[in-house]
């Protein structure tokens, strides 16, 4: 391919005008560049916790462990409350303003995309997101702000107010089962995408990584925008190695030419 970013950045621009159904499909990249580390890579915060010890399963089985989680994720949650929304996660929204994005698919727990102001429905979670806690029994959800002030204040180990089940971020822990409503969505949208776009993700944490090949599937135009190389590359329309903040201003500026 000899086209360089900006023939390739409105190629994909071209797609979006002439299509509807745009799925946006965000990974790790678009967060770091809003300055949050990447929890699921090696170093940073797992120097500190030992991921075996947080498997889903010692969760549900030990006090000691939930205590331990609640203080692990304490740091988390600190990380993602300073983070500001960047121009990729800006120009999703601007898109979805448009009225071309069908839906945003996301990797990431931080919430940005709301704060971005897209609409709650509009963003597919697959991971989950750790401004939200869930009791595991009942599903009732809690803000994690009045959450956190009780782990500040000594407690380790969180009951549901209604019917006493364990509270817990609703992210995704090692071990635990994918979110089943969140996966069907995702999958009946990237198949059924005219154009899908899948940003700052490696494609290799699975079974997220699989949603491209939906949408290829299904017949839609699929670019890959990533600084490094993903093993779908060779699958993709076009590859654009540029950051996604970087490339997705680029998009967004030449689909407004063309509108
Ligand atoms: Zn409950």
Redesign the pocket.
Known sequence: MGFDVEEKTSLIAQWIKDHDRIVIFTGAGVSTESGIPDFRSPGGIWERFDPNEFLFDNFLGSEKVREKYWQFHSEIYYTILKAKPNAAHHACSKLDRLGKLDCVITQNIDNLHHNAGLPREKVIELHGNALRVT??????EYDRKAIQQRVEGGEGDL???????L?KPATIAFGQPMPFKEMHEAETRSSSAEVFLAIGSSLVVYPAAYMPVYAKQGGAKLAIINLAPTPYDHQADVVVQEKAGVAMEMILESVKKRM
Request: proline share 0%.
């Open positions: 009791c595991l029994t009942c599903k009732k009951r549901c107010d209604d019917c006493k089940g509270l």
